[in-house]
């Protein structure tokens, strides 16, 4: 028990201990001065009270509740002897005993039991001091009374609390618990949306690519046996690219291509195979502006992606010769721009048959998505026959500038 209060805020359980055992030691000075016959004794009968005080506060944990429960009547016992005991003059002393003896009933005992023993406190108390005054005097023995009695209710409302608190650190802890279980669901669920789409915007694509490339080398091959092989080549050369990339996505799903040469010199590799892979007839590459704006890892990966997903929608469905990919860098955003002449559609149509059909891909709606994580969005215009454009937009943080460092001046002597 006294392990458990070490380090501890003082509470009314702190101070009723220290207030038992100053009452017992000033008690024991006062029998000094007397030099009464009976002072042995009310001194052996005091020790035996201090030391059974004590050894509960000590064997708190190993008493149990059995020895804990006759811990209180063994102090009731010694304190109604000493009050019986000592001589008159002293009563009043060992009175004020009861309020620490009061608080323990009320820690250790029952509601009931501890109300029978408050009760057993107050009958002693009223009869030893009338006793000692030889007639009941309100203030001599009103006082005690109320004291031990207002000690009590105290204690108990402490006690309340303390359980109130308890309850609401226990519900703390449970609702924290259940918060860091939905927020690690959350995060599966988010991470496996996360690979979906880098499995569409990669390997998906890319396969999709390479088939269409496959049937018409197929369809060539007679005719045209040198643009078939060509085409088969092309083929080669993305699966070898899917190889790496899926061996990077199972590594840490980090696009290797911006990790190793960043965003722009990823996106111009990205446009020269585009163009190898029969996207379009040319698929160029331009970067405007002053490159101060710094993009994270994960915001260029998805600026990357969006590139990838738009050209292969290109190669798909849009028909292009010309495809221009411009990456614009300005004080607050960096803008990625994908434009061609291809057959267009028109934009609010399929963003509305997607929403129709949940799960039905991850084109556009997920790349918009996927802006909006970072605070950025996508903005599509395009019209049937007129091509389409489609602008990626994130918000960028300036590049720290370096701080000038004085150099110091020799000092000439």
């Known amino acids: 028990m006294l392990d458990r209060f070490r380090g501890s805020r003082p509470t009314l359980e702190h101070v009723s201990h220290l207030a038992f055992f100053v009452v017992v030691a000033s008690a024991l000075l006062q029998l000094a001065r007397l030099n009464s016959p009976l002072c042995w004794y009310v001194a052996t009968v005091s020790g035996l009270l201090a030391l059974t005080y004590a050894a509960g506060l000590v064997l708190w944990e190993r008493l149990g509740a059995v020895g804990r429960g006759a811990w209180i009547p063994s102090l009731l016992l010694l304190w109604g002897t000493l009050l019986f005991l000592v001589p008159d003059v002293l009563t009043s002393a060992y009175v004020w005993c009861a309020l620490p003896l009061a608080c323990a009933a009320q820690r250790v005992l029952g509601r009931r039991s501890a109300g029978a023993t408050l009760a057993v406190i107050t009958v002693v108390l009223v009869v030893a001091l009338v006793e000692a005054s030889g007639r009941f005097v309100p203030d001599v023995v009103l006082v005690p009374v109320a004291a031990v009695w207002g000690t009590v209710a105290l204690y108990r409302a402490q006690q309340r609390d303390a359980e109130v608190r308890r309850r609401l650190v226990e519900e703390l802890r449970d609702t924290r618990d ?13 991470e496996r949306t996360r690979i979906a789409r880098d499995l569409h915007d990669t390997l998906a694509q890319e396969l999709a690519g390479g088939l269409m ?30 190889l790496t990339e899926t061996r990077r996505m199972i590594g840490d799903l980090t696009p290797s291509a911006v990790a190793e040469t960043g965003l722009e010199g990823a996106l111009r590799v990205l446009c020269a195979r585009s163009q190898a892979d029969g996207t379009a007839a040319r698929v160029r590459f331009r970067s405007v502006g002053d490159p101060q704006p710094v993009l994270d890892e994960h915001a260029a990966t998805t600026l990357f992606r969006v590139a990838q997903s738009t050209l292969a929608n290109v190669r798909e469905h849009a028909r292009a010769v010309n495809v221009q990919v411009t990456l614009s860098r300005r004080p607050d955003r960096v803008d990625l721009e994908v434009s061609d002449d291809g057959v267009g559609f028109d934009p609010a149509e399929t963003f509305a048959r997607t929403a129709q059909t949940p799960g039905r891909g991850f084109g556009l709606p997920a790349a918009r998505a996927r802006l909006r994580e970072y605070g950025g969005d996508l903005d599509v215009r395009g019209e049937p026959g007129r091509g389409t454009r489609v602008r990626a937009t994130l918000s960028a943080r300036p590049r720290p500038q370096p701080t000038a460092v004085p150099v110091p001046t020799a000092a000439v002597g």
Do not use: F, I, S, Y
């Open 178 to 190: 259940l918060v860091a279980r939905q927020q690690r669901r959350a995060g599966v669920l988010d």
């Open 213 to 242: 490339l496959l049937q018409a080398a197929e369809r060539d091959w007679d005719d045209r046996p040198d643009v078939a092989r060509t085409r088969v080549r092309a083929v080669a050369d993305g699966l070898g690219t899917n």
